[in-house]
């Protein structure tokens, strides 16, 4: 039988939670570089909140992925036939590609990968293509957190946010942590290290965060937005820093959201409030990994990946980030 390429297309911009209509799986002839390019099958399929953004036509920091184009996404492979000198079949590569077994690399998109020894092709490409990165420029840059200080951190069992916490304890902070589950509240605090967690489902986010954060907040890393964040607003300390990184309670919102109700804090308390996109610090990208990397070694970081199989799955587990059903880095395992 002869292979084809199965390739997930954008057919629907969604509406709340994303439907079975809004990407189709199709089965495509396997693309041929032409002179200078390369193709790659794919390895890993990282999944990530912000697939939701690029599926919609909100206002956002990249072109929405066109209807009928395949899907944008993360993704590590391996190179497969290659016209371009730079790259060798063989080669394991990573960057923005998209939800295909077989691809050609859009040009400087990406990047051949090299794992620091000791940390395998998948955790690598979990922990620093995107997750690793974001959590150690916007804590670090943006957070600026200094020893004994409280650092809450939200999504805080999930891929960015349960590196956040730790690298908070490594800079000797206070490091609080809001998940959807207790077990998820469970392996931060225990497994970890945080100091404390907060199960935003279950308990009262503000009282808990008074109890979590006697001496108040000074740098919430915002992954979620909404009545989190209004909550965190209340409790910040005078030039306390909010790294705005992700805002996943309305990324699936049918009408409006209302602003924070707490917004004023910002001049109450003379807050630092600041959105970043990880991609703004792609040249110093080798500092994140070797900092990342040597922590890894030294046992001072873990790092949980939730592998998922197989390509045809990837909507059905993308679903997963939304209603807290991962725990650690999504990825999908292809081939
Ligand atoms: N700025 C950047 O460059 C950048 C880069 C990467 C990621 N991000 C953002 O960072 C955030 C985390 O991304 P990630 O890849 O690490 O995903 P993740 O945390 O591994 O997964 C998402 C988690 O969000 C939580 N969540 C979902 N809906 C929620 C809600 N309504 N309220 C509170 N928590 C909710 C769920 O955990 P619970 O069970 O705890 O609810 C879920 O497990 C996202 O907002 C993402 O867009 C930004």
């Known amino acids: 039988m002869t292979e ?6 954008l057919r629907k911009r969604p509406v709340g939670i994303i439907g079975d209509d809004v990407l189709s799986f ?6 041929e570089p032409t ?9 890993y399929l990282s999944l990530d909140p912000t697939n939701r953004i690029w599926m919609s036509d909100m206002d956002q920091y990249m072109p929405p992925v066109e209807l009928g184009a395949a899907m944008r996404g993360i993704v590590c492979g391996t190179v497969v036939k290659s016209k371009n000198p730079n790259f060798a079949v063989g080669d394991v ?7 295909a077994d077989y691809q050609i690399a859009a040009p400087g998109m990406i990047n051949k990968m090299g794992p620091p020894s000791g940390v395998s092709v998948g955790d690598a490409f979990g922990l620093f293509a995107v997750v690793g990165p974001t959590a150690y420029f916007g804590l670090l840059d943006l957070g600026d957190p200094k020893p004994g200080e409280t650092v809450v951190v939200s999504a805080a069992a ?38 404390a967690a907060i199960n935003y489902k279950k308990d009262d986010v503000a009282s ?4 979590a954060c006697p001496k108040g907040i000074d740098v919430y890393f915002d992954n979620v937005g909404g009545e989190i964040l ?19 309670s309305q990324y699936n919102a ?25 991609l703004d610090y792609a040249n110093r990208y080798p500092e994140a990994i070797t900092a990342l990397g040597g922590w890894l070694a030294q046992g001072k970081l873990k790092f949980k990946v939730d592998m998922q199989e197989g390509l045809e799955t990837a909507v059905i587990n993308l679903r997963k980030l939304y209603t807290g059903e991962n725990q650690g880095k999504l990825m999908i395992h292809v081939a």
């Open 158 to 195: 999930g891929a960015v946010g349960s590196i956040v916490g730790q690298i908070a304890k490594i800079k000797n902070c206070r490091a609080v942590g809001l998940a959807g589950s207790d077990a998820k509240c469970d392996w931060i605090v225990k497994e970890l290290g945080f100091d």
């Open 254 to 278: 049918t009408s409006e959201v209302p602003g924070p109700k707490n917004y004023p804090m910002i001049l109450m308390q003379r807050l630092k409030v600041q959105g970043f996109i990880v």
């Open 208 to 211: 808990a965060l008074k109890r």
């Open 4 to 9: 084809t390429n199965r390739v997930w297309r």
């Open 26 to 31: 199709e089965h495509e002839a396997i693309p």
């Open 230 to 248: 209004d909550a965190c607003f209340k409790q910040m300390n005078l030039q306390g820093r909010i790294p705005t990184c992700g805002f996943i």
């Open 93 to 99: 590569v990573s960057g923005l590609g998209t939800w």
């Open 35 to 43: 002179d200078g390019q390369f193709s790659f099958r794919l390895n």
